[in-house]
């Protein structure tokens, strides 16, 4: 059975010289007309435009939050006008253990934060745990946390260690292979297998 072999077919326009004077341009050459096409001044102003929009949200906000204030500020003055002697004596002191509570509350929690970062310290964590053990408030359970974390982190870190150590068995070559099959030979049977006669 004889396969024919067939020419190829040439494809001869490919090959063909080109018109030098083309009839109609096939593409409007002054680009696409659904798409714009902005001046460097024209982008500037549209980013003016809306620097000064954002600009002008932003301080009718704040206007508005210090309106507010003012707004609180004078009534509570003019509540503490209608008061007697004695219930501004009253407001006042409540007022003064108002902030010394909050006074109270600020330096217990960086009291807090620094006893968190020195035991974090202690256990060789990273002391960027004490943002989140700072919440819990309690000292017995930051410290059932902390030695939480130092058990899962100890582990971690030993798991990736032995990860990166780990090896794999070496091959057995072909040079061992042989010997290990013919068993071990002695000297006088290695002899033997060397002699040509």
Known sequence: MLKTIKPLKLNLQHFAEGDPDPIEPLVD???????????QSEVDSKISKAVESALKKQQEKFEKQKQDEINKAKQDAAEYAKMTAQEKQQADYEKRMKQLEQRERELNQKQLHSEIVTDLKEDGLPT???????????????????????????????N???????????????????HKKSGHNSRADMAKQARII
């Open 128 to 158: 960027e745990f004490a943002e989140s053990l700072i919440h819990l408030g309690d000292n017995e359970k930051i410290k059932d946390s902390i030695s939480n974390i130092k058990k899962v982190f100890d582990e971690a870190v030993n």
């Open 160 to 178: 990736a260690v032995k990860e990166k150590l780990r090896q794999d068995p070496p091959e057995r070559s072909q040079s061992f292979k042989g």
């Open 29 to 39: 050459p002054k680009g696409d007309p659904g798409k714009e096409t902005f001046t």
